[in-house]
């Protein structure tokens, strides 16, 4: 029953394309960090955390994304009301994904194994290397398709619960931090006791507590062993629970996007369509999942560290300080705000208020949309006020610590205006290719990965290795080192750059937007796509 699966993923010319795109990325990648640890064998530790990242990146574009469009198509009804049941539509196309997911990790087993040979990790070290990023884009694949698949009432409430968490995350793990142990000093012995052990283990036992303290020198090898052993058994426990919860849930979840009111099954807007209705309905689909976790994570802590920042040595002695003087040493103000930056203009590389599950959906939706008055303007308008809707919480945020840099002394009004000046400049740049890869009906899940994850590790993988003023090239760190030291003509030079590619990449996707929808939709209208 899986074979069809694998022998339709095989022949199918898009997921081909995006497969070889996501190998050849993996492969520079670990050729990066590769490279980065040559040049020093401390870099040990963030190459473990790179390739960590990299893998859960991986495992919700790969395994994730796929899973989470099949429903979309109205051509899974005939499968549902088959002798196939949906169980087994779920494990075969779960399956497709976890093959390729495996693939494009060990892509880069043989620059592992130079390194090995060359003495610079040890061969339990490459194991872990390749393991560990595995587990986790496996169950971050599973877990983001569960999560799409539960109903509209069951992820309202898990929103409530994972920000009831967040709180309590800011609150004992930030605020507190160190001081943890005195601010529990009014519950009873017993009970204080087990609240600091559930917070110590939530520290030490998360996939990247366990990857730093792997790669410490300072470990204890029982220790580790017993700790990355413990990780990968509970990885094993969630993807066979979260498997067997999206296979259950496939045929539900399919009635409701397609059998129910769109209104029951989308959140509510405050006003009409008004004269704009692509954008008023590329922001309401891009807001189905509007990622209010996420946003409550990065504005909390954000909020709290600006606090930390403007008050200064005034600083309560009873808070904590470890957390934010971590942040400090790793980069402070400068690196969140870019990381940020970088999170705000994801969903304009992406596209996801215009972008279709496969070609034959974006043929039928172009049929339609081409018959119309909507011309390329208002396509661009739909794609920047859905990534804008998406993206502008984060945005936000980083306004938040900026100011909080001006009041704290952090840094001149000169660096704060070159710093907002780069991230809008970030964001048109990331908007501008993430259209013209729209209009020309090019996968944006390529470039969107090269842009918001290759670049950011790129520059912190130049900084690592003493080479500030190439990392400050890059258009993350454009936004990062416009506060770190006195600006320079080539800082500027790369900024102008980037803001002149933006304008012109984008006048010609604006101007030509119409003309090539209609180019893709001749040439791939009645073709027999296996998207």
């Known amino acids: 029953m899986i074979l069809p699966f694998f022998a339709l993923a095989m022949v199918a010319p898009n997921r081909q394309r995006s497969f070889r795109t996501a190998v050849v990325a993996h492969v520079l990648l670990v050729a990066a960090v590769g490279l980065a640890l040559l040049h020093s064998a401390a870099a040990l ?32 009804e005939f499968l549902l009301v088959s002798p196939v049941q949906p169980k087994r539509v779920y494990r075969g196309e779960a399956a497709v994904g976890l093959a390729r997911l495996a693939l494009i990790t060990f892509a880069g087993a043989p620059i592992l194994l130079l390194l090995t040979f060359s003495g610079r990790i040890r061969p339990d070290d490459l194991v872990v290397l390749l393991v560990m990023p595995l587990t986790g884009g496996t169950v971050t694949g599973l877990g983001l398709t569960a999560w799409a698949y539960e109903s509209r009432a069951v992820r309202r409430w898990g929103e409530l619960v994972t920000i009831a968490g967040i709180v309590l995350y800011l609150l004992v793990g930030v605020l507190a931090g160190e001081n943890l142990r005195l601010w529990l000093t009014w519950l009873p012995d017993t009970l204080r006791w087990w609240v600091l052990e559930l917070f110590a283990w939530g520290h030490t036992c998360n996939p990247f507590g366990v990857m730093h303290y792997w790669f410490d020198q300072a470990r204890v090898a029982a220790v580790a062993a017993n700790r990355m052993l413990g990780l990968q058994e509970m990885g094993t426990g969630l993807v066979g629970l979260l498997a067997l919860r999206g296979s259950a849930r496939l045929r539900g979840h ?13 959140p509510d807007t405050s006003g009409g369509v008004g004269d704009r209705p692509l954008a008023w309905w590329t922001v309401r689909r891009v807001m189905e999942y509007s990622g209010r976790v996420n946003l409550w994570l990065a504005g909390g802590f954000g909020v709290l560290y600006a606090a930390y920042v403007v008050a200064g040595d005034r600083w309560p002695p ?65 794609a920047a006020a859905a990534a804008w809707c998406r993206g502008r919480g984060y945005f936000a945020v980083a306004c938040i610590l900026w100011l909080a840099a001006g009041l704290g002394g952090r840094a001149a009004i000169w660096q704060l205006a070159a710093a907002v000046a780069a991230a809008i400049i970030l964001w048109g740049f990331s908007f501008a290719l993430g259209f013209r890869a729209f209009a020309r009906g090019r996968q944006a899940s390529g470039l969107g990965s090269l842009m918001t994850l290759g670049l950011p590790l790129l520059t912190v993988g130049l900084a690592k290795m ?29 900024t102008v750059v980037y803001g002149v590619a933006a304008l012109v990449i984008g006048r010609i996707a604006w101007r030509r937007c119409d003309r090539d929808l209609r180019d893709w939709l001749d040439k791939n209208s009645g073709r027999r796509l296996g998207d």
């Not at 996801?352 to 049929?367: N, T």
């Not at 003493?466 to 030079?493: E, H, I, K």
């Open 466 to 494: 003493g080479l500030p003023q190439f990392a400050a090239l890059t258009p993350p760190g454009s936004v990062c080192y416009a506060m770190f030291r006195d600006l320079d003509w080539t800082w500027a030079g790369a």
């Open 45 to 76: 530790p963030v190459v473990g955390q790179a390739l960590l990242v990299a893998g859960i990146v991986e495992g919700a574009i790969v395994v994730g994304w796929r899973l989470t469009q099949v429903p979309k198509s109205q051509a899974l």
């Open 254 to 266: 399919f009635h409701d996007r397609h059998c129910r009111p769109l209104t029951e099954v989308t």
């Open 318 to 382: 009873w808070m904590g300080r470890l957390t934010f003087q971590l942040v400090e040493n790793a980069g402070g103000i400068p690196a969140v705000v870019a990381g940020l930056a970088v999170l705000a203009a994801v969903p304009a590389c992406f596209q996801y208020g215009l972008w279709d599950a496969s070609a034959q959906d974006r043929c039928r939706r172009l049929e339609l949309l081409l018959l119309t008055e909507l011309n390329g303007s208002d396509f661009w308008d739909a």
